[in-house]
């Protein structure tokens, strides 16, 4: 049986775009965040790839559907922009510490020429590199 966990990563399809991988540390933090995540292309961002999370989802958005068994994955939602979905087809979305922050990232996206981007802003309005990040404080989001 197909349980879509492969190595710690669980299958995330985009319905009519493809698939990613979550890592186990992502659907953990996104559960600790009320449950939802929105990924998204916004203006700026770090080499200009302006990838984007938040926890609260646009009107327009495509839901995605967690490829796994497990009864914890289904009330965990993750939803993509139409801008950003066509991106994802192969990519990973993690969460650690990052840049000395932690915060979502995309470790793996094949779809970006050039240098992967993992200098990510975490929530707020696109604003480039003055976006608030979820540990812009350095308090630690493990301690919420």
């Known amino acids: 049986m197909d349980t ?3 190595n710690g990563r669980t299958a995330v399809t985009v319905p009519g775009y493809g698939r990613f991988q979550a890592t186990a540390e992502a659907l953990e933090m996104i559960t600790v965040f009320g449950g939802s995540l929105h990924c998204y292309q916004g203006p700026g961002g770090c080499r200009v790839q302006g990838l984007y999370f938040s926890r609260k989802r646009p009107k327009k958005y495509i839901a995605c559907a967690l490829e796994s068994s497990a009864e914890t994955h ?4 993750i939803s993509v922009s139409h801008e950003l979905a066509h991106r994802l087809d192969g990519a990973v979305l993690d969460f650690g510490n990052y840049n000395r922050m932690q915060r979502f990232v995309w470790t793996a996206l094949p779809a970006v020429k050039g240098p992967q981007c993992t200098c990510l ?3 707020g309005k696109p604003a480039g590199k003055r976006s608030p990040c979820l540990d812009d404080i350095g308090v630690g989001i493990t301690d919420l």
């Not at 289904?74 to 939602?77: Q, S, Y």
């Open 4 to 6: 879509g966990i492969t």
């Open 74 to 77: 289904g009330t965990l939602t």
């Open 121 to 123: 802003r975490s929530m």
